[in-house]
């Protein structure tokens, strides 16, 4: 798995302060939607790697169902991965 970080370090005061200079950002809560949605991408694309390298295949003769490829890519990034 790429490096995911912790919720707590990625929404930290530092970070938060850096990422306002760094892009000329004066308002917390503007810098803290941007964050918040860069961190869900994050967890997003990762969850996306894991469910299409989890996800069943079959062969040509039996084909995963519906039902089977869906409990697989839900399934497949745990809510623990989020912290």
């Known amino acids: 798995m ?7 370090e990625f929404f930290s005061a530092e970070n ?23 961190f869900a991408k994050l967890h997003v694309k990762e969850a ?16 995963p169902s519906y039902e089977e490829m869906e409990d697989a890519i839900l399934n497949a990034y745990p809510l623990e991965n989020i912290k």
């Open 2 to 8: 790429s490096k995911i970080r912790i919720a707590d």
């Open 16 to 38: 938060v302060t850096k990422y306002m200079e760094k892009n000329k950002i004066s308002s917390i809560q503007e810098t803290v939607v941007i964050l918040g949605r860069e």
């Open 48 to 63: 996306l790697k894991v469910a299409l390298e989890d996800a069943p295949t079959g062969s040509s003769t039996d084909i």
